[in-house]
């Protein structure tokens, strides 16, 4: 019997008190993009309409397109169940477990071990694991990982990430214009500090949305821990190909570890940087002990041994 198109749940368990953080932090942003259109249209006067053009082209143009782009930057290869009969087994489980549709498969060749899900929705939505991530890890792990990516697909997060994250690149492309623009050298004094002002204000902007961008994409990650946790009934699963991930990027040759890198935001674990950081401000994932104790806290209560 076909899947109707009235049903827009599936069977991934809600947290109220993640997405009344997350509703709030989205909240936060939108407000922040209405405030920063406001002042745009207030300070560029007759540009507005210009103002109001770029901003829904590019928003358009990043909601459309940056999910392929993702998946072209990362390698990721579409392969059939002939190619990969264990990996589309796995997926198999848990869409019927979750009851929802099956997204696309594919694997990236990196020993990277990570795993990432993207496109809008459930109509365009692809879970890729990388080979190292297939060398590494038991058949239960496995799946635990692809439970948290397709929680990211039933919830769809990367829309609701890309959506987020569309002020900061507003801002910065404004700051950009501003700094490079003629105007700001015009003998016209009012046309010289509206220069001076847009980008002190779009990197306000810039900043402020990049920390709740941040923040959001950290309770993300925590939602879908849960969320496959919970589905599986093996939150052990998943703590330990958390902790075998993590251990094993101490591992991978720090070139490797900076191609990745880049794609922190979709990954399953982060490509962690050699880097000293204000990683816990600027992260997009929360840190390892933090996932592992809301794991452990789910595992007591499901009795789990």
Avoid at 42 to 58: C, F
Avoid at 164 to 180: D, E, K, N, Q
Avoid at 186 to 195: I, P, T
Wanted: glycine fraction near 8%; hydrophobic fraction near 50%.
């Amino acid at each position: 019997m076909p899947r109707t198109r009235s049903r827009v749940r599936s069977r991934y368990a809600p947290d109220r008190g993640l997405t009344a953080r997350m509703t709030t932090t989205m909240f936060l942003i939108g407000l922040l993009y209405v405030v920063f259109v406001g002042v745009l249209i207030v300070l560029l006067r007759g540009s507005w309409p210009v103002v109001l053009l770029v901003a829904g082209a590019l928003f358009v143009g990043q909601f459309w397109f940056s999910d392929k782009i993702a998946v072209l930057g990362m390698g990721a290869r579409e392969v059939s169940r002939e190619e990969a009969p264990g990996l589309h087994g796995t997926v198999d489980r848990i869409c019927a477990l979750a009851d929802m549709p099956k997204p696309k498969v594919a694997i990236a060749d990196s020993d990277v071990p990570n795993a990432f899900a993207t496109g809008r929705g459930e109509k365009t939505a692809l879970v890729c694991v990388t080979t190292g991530l297939l060398r590494r890890l038991e058949p239960e792990e496995l799946e635990g990982v692809l439970a948290h990516e397709m929680s990211h697909v039933a919830h769809r997060d990367v829309a609701v990430m890309t959506i987020a994250s569309f002020l900061g690149v507003l801002a910065g492309m404004m700051t950009r214009v501003a700094l490079y623009s003629g105007l700001g050298r015009s003998r016209d004094s009012n046309a010289a500090a509206v220069m001076i002002l847009v980008p002190v204000v779009s990197g306000i902007v810039y900043v402020m949305s990049f920390l709740l961008t941040r923040v959001l994409s950290r309770y993300r990650e925590l939602a879908a821990d849960r969320a496959a946790a919970l589905l599986t009934g093996r939150p052990s699963a998943l703590a330990s190909a958390l902790t075998k991930v993590s251990g094993e990027m101490a591992r991978i040759p720090t070139n490797d570890l900076r191609k990745a890198e880049p794609y922190n935001a979709f990954w399953f674990a982060p490509a962690f940087s050699s880097e000293v950081s204000l990683s816990r401000l600027i992260s997009s994932h929360p840190t390892l002990e933090q996932r592992l104790d809301q794991l452990a806290r789910i595992s007591a209560r499901l009795g789990e041994a």
